[in-house]
């Protein structure tokens, strides 16, 4: 067992959650302004106010305002929900057509959810082992 002066102090231990939370923050903001891009397509691709907004709540639209708060979860939700409203070939068609959205924003949009999942799950893994080091450093004490 290790003496507790050996153990990192607590600006170690939270620095590398605290970076990570940086970064997820950043990614974060990119996804929202990509929404706003994906939105800009619809309004192209769709010009019937009605359809777009029906257009927009498939897309994630729900989600936004939370996910640009810093809910996490609905960042997850709409990141999803545009991922999945990419991946319909018929939506893919509409925006595409007269180049109106490129077609490697899609590619560029998943690569993004699979990103900022797997950085979720990393910041959570570490706040989970910060967590077990404080446990375990009042054994110690």
């Known amino acids: 067992m290790l003496p507790a ?10 620095g590398a959650s605290e970076l990570l939370h940086i970064g997820l923050v950043n990614m974060g903001n990119v996804c929202t302004q990509n929404f706003q891009f994906l939105k800009g397509y619809i309004d192209t691709a769709f010009t019937d106010p009605a359809v777009q ?5 498939i897309a994630g639209q729900n989600y936004y305002r939370d996910a640009t708060r810093g809910d996490w979860e609905a960042m997850v939700s709409m990141n999803t929900s545009a991922k999945n409203y990419l ?7 509409a925006l595409t057509a007269g180049l109106n959205m490129p077609p490697a924003f899609v590619t560029t949009k998943k690569q993004l959810v699979i990103i900022l999942m797997c950085n979720r799950i990393i910041l959570n893994w570490l706040r ?14």
């Open 87 to 93: 991946a319909n070939a018929g939506n893919v068609t």
């Open 5 to 14: 002066k050996a153990l990192p102090d607590d600006d170690a231990r939270s």
């Open 53 to 57: 907004k029906v257009q927009y709540v």
């Open 128 to 141: 989970k082992r910060v967590w077990k080091l404080l446990i375990r450093l009042k054994q110690i004490i």
